[in-house]
DNA sequence: AATACAAGCGCG
DNA sequence: AAAGCGCGCTTGTATT
């Protein structure tokens, strides 16, 4: 009998679907080939332990999600590609070829049918990467040498790994949708907004509102939505401020402030959180976000559609588990300085953030009066600032944790400089663009101007800040990717319940046992059945500390949660 | 009429 | 409160 292969590599052969098994050697040991609607029942037959190789996850994953097939591992060449191209820990010649296949940068084929349905409506094809098994090898081996190159592999796998995790489970949330609780919702919007209006017009108290605004203002015709209009009509009753937005209006002391303010706060709700969003996007009592793995630079997901990124607080309490389910809430407290302490290795930073609130920990160590100066001094330490409160308590933070300063300061100068950064496992930022580098030739010219130098300073800087967050942001997101990934085996390995009754809303896969519903830079939403729930909990802050195992080994940092169980998920 | 951009505000 | 990073979305205005 044959070892199971490394790999299992599925792509298109002409009309028909092939899926290859392939050693470490990149012998073919198997070889099944099958229509597309065979293709789940295909799937679902292969080794499990086998890592399944393919273009584009959201170009294979979907069709399987809806026959109730999970995976448990891939490589997503699209995804992998977009690392290895870029990583500063890939050698030259190794990368070169990867740079060469411009193919393999195109968008995902869920970008390409989002954004240009005109283009998909036709027999075009999806687009997006290649998909014909040739092309699928091809880049998988290229992908591997360029792992092997690598000084340290182990790095550059785990990466891949985690990334490829975050694209199957990107999908899965997709699929199975955040529980969404509709009457709540609108209860929610009917007490702040008044009655559902009809289409095209202001609820109930934004009108009423806007009465009051155009009193203070003495104009029944001004405009509210008009930056420019409204403005003017500031002006005219001795506002004089130089925008509309809120933070500078709430500095003017005046009868129209206060009302103006309320009234862009509703309108905000409306616009963005009304009732149109319901029926849009939660109108079967799930909201599915569609997620973008890899969709930031720095290594983030993005989002696109419903705009999951900013759910706003106020409308948590919509979050609501199905009956007899609750939610397992979870969030890493400071994230990102405690990735800080250990990819810098700062072991007075790991002993401040150890067992408490980081920001406590720096308070107690005498750095700084406050845990609101901790926090803002720790913040602007990792954006970059130079002015306000944030500025002045940074040489006090140099003084007490040199190390971790000294990584950031450092990445800072290198993009100043025009260099690269590297994330912990090997993600790099881009390249200084070639109009950067312009501004900076122009400003080193014998007959530069000023102005050209002070452009040039400016740039700089801002590429500086940019790189000094890159290593921070980026190490932080590879910390949650390890932790979903692990967390999503776990729960993914939990025997099946009995099928629920009911039809859920979510499909038959993740009606049976405990699954991640949310996932947000540094949270994430586990919805269990009620009697599963202390043992996910576990899970949950387990796989926290496999992570920070797997990414920094036997340093002394912890990442503590704040977890609760909980049937709604509105923050405390 | 379609598209690009800026302002403003929501999230981490 | 904003400052210093990273995003998405809506609205109005400017451009074509």
Redesign the pocket.
């Known amino acids: 009998m044959t070892a199971a292969p490394k790999w299992n590599v599925v792509a298109h052969d002409g009309e028909a679907v092939v899926v290859v098994g392939l050693t470490a050697g990149f012998d073919e040991v198997s070889r099944i080939r099958c229509t597309w609607p065979e293709w789940p029942a295909v799937a679902e037959t292969a080794d499990a332990a086998t890592r399944w190789v393919w273009s584009d996850t959201v170009r294979w994953y979907p069709r399987l999600l809806d026959a109730g097939i999970v995976l448990a591992r891939c490589q997503d060449l699209r995804l992998c590609h977009a690392i290895l191209r870029a990583s500063a820990l890939v050698a030259d010649d190794a990368a070169a070829p990867l740079r060469a296949a411009l193919a393999w940068d195109a968008p995902s084929a869920e970008a390409v049918t989002t954004a240009t349905p005109a283009l998909f409506d036709l027999d075009a094809g999806p687009g997006g990467v290649p998909d014909d098994l040739a092309e699928v090898l091809i880049e998988l081996r290229r992908q591997e040498a360029a792992v092997t190159s690598s000084a340290d592999p182990g790095r550059l796998r785990l990466l891949l790994a985690a990334e490829s995790a975050g694209a199957l489970l990107a999908a899965e949330l997709h699929a199975a949708g955040l529980p969404w609780s509709r009457p709540v919702h609108e209860a929610l919007l009917e007490e702040v907004l008044g009655a559902r209006p009809a289409a095209g017009v202001h609820a109930p108290r934004v009108r009423e509102l806007a009465d009051v605004v155009r009193a203070a203002l003495g104009d029944p015709a001004a ?1 509210l ?5 409204l403005l003017r009509s500031l002006h005219r009753v001795g506002v004089l401020a130089t ?5 500078e209006l ?1 500095e003017y002391d005046h009868p129209v402030i206060e009302p103006l303010l309320q009234y ?2 509703l309108t ?1 709700l409306e ?2 959180n009304g009732w149109a ?1 319901l029926d849009e996007w939660a109108a079967d009592g799930r909201f599915r976000p569609v997620y ?1 793995p890899g ?4 290594g ?1 997901w ?6 999951a ?6 409308l948590r309490p919509a979050v609501r588990a199905d009956p007899g389910w609750v939610f397992v809430v979870a ?1 890493v407290a400071q994230l990102e300085p405690r990735v800080l302490a250990a990819m810098s290795g700062d072991l007075a930073l790991a002993e401040a953030a150890r067992g408490r609130d980081l920001y406590d920990g720096i308070l107690a160590g005498g750095v700084v009066s406050s845990r609101a100066e901790a926090k ?1 001094a720790m ?2 330490a990792m ?8 500025g002045r308590l940074l040489p006090a933070l140099r003084r007490a944790y040199p190390r971790a300063m000294a990584l950031v300061d450092a990445a800072a100068q290198t993009g100043d400089d025009g260099g690269v950064v590297s994330t912990w496992l090997g993600r790099s930022s881009p390249p200084s663009s070639e109009g950067w580098r312009g501004v900076q030739d122009r400003a080193g010219a014998p007959d530069a101007s000023e102005a050209d130098r002070v452009r040039a300073r400016r740039s700089a800087r ?1 590429r500086g ?2 790189t000094r ?1 890159f290593v921070v ?1 980026g190490t932080a997101a590879e910390w949650a990717l390890a932790w979903l990934a692990d967390l999503r085996g776990v729960l993914a390995a939990q025997p099946l319940a009995p099928a629920e009754p009911v039809a859920s809303a979510s499909g038959i896969v993740f009606s049976q046992r405990a699954h991640l519903c949310f996932f ?4 994430i939403i586990v919805h269990t059945p009620v009697a599963q729930a202390e043992q996910v909990a576990d899970a949950v802050r387990l796989a926290a500390a496999r992570a920070a195992r797997l990414m920094f080994g036997d340093f002394p940092i912890d990442f503590p949660l704040d977890l609760r169980i909980t049937a709604d998920a509105a923050k405390t």
Do not use: C, I, M
Not at 225 to 229: I, M, N
Not at 302 to 307: F, L, M
Not at 383 to 390: M, P
Not at 520 to 523: G, I, K, R, T, V
């Open positions: 405009s939505d008009s930056q420019p209009k925008s509309t937005s809120r933070w709430a862009k706060k905000r616009s963005a969003w973008v969709g930031v630079v720095t983030r993005a989002s696109s559609g419903g705009g990124l900013q759910l706003p607080r106020q969030d803002v913040l602007g954006y970059g600032a130079t002015t306000g409160d944030s801002d800040r940019f967050n942001q947000l830079h540094d949270e």
